[in-house]
Structure formats: C-alpha cells, structure tokens
C-alpha cells in the first residue's frame, strides 16, 4: 500500500515538473487531493527554477 502511495505521489512531481517545463500555469493543477496537489506544485516549482538556469 505505502508503494503505491509513494508512486502516485512520484507521478505528481513528474507530471507538475513536465507542465511547469511546458510553460503551463500553476493553475491548471489537476490535482484536488492535498498531498497530490502539493507534491505536482513542487515539481512545478523545481521546473521553474531549471528553467531560469537554462535560459540564463
């Protein structure tokens, strides 16, 4: 159970990392579940930081 919690989770970050790459706002999360929705924000997050490295 706690692995697939953890892969969800995992997933979250991956897919906010991709939006937040993509240029997506952090508005259009599809996540509704707090923890879901916190971790796809980080990623979101992190993919905004890479991307003002990458361009600077």
């Known amino acids: 159970m706690k692995r697939q919690k953890r ?30 929705r916190s971790h796809w924000l980080g990623g979101w997050r992190q993919a905004m930081d890479d991307r003002v490295i990458l361009s600077a």
């Open 7 to 36: 892969d969800r989770l995992e997933r979250a970050l991956s897919r906010g990392y991709q939006a937040g790459i993509a240029g997506r706002s952090k508005e259009l999360c599809p996540y509704q579940a707090v923890d879901a």
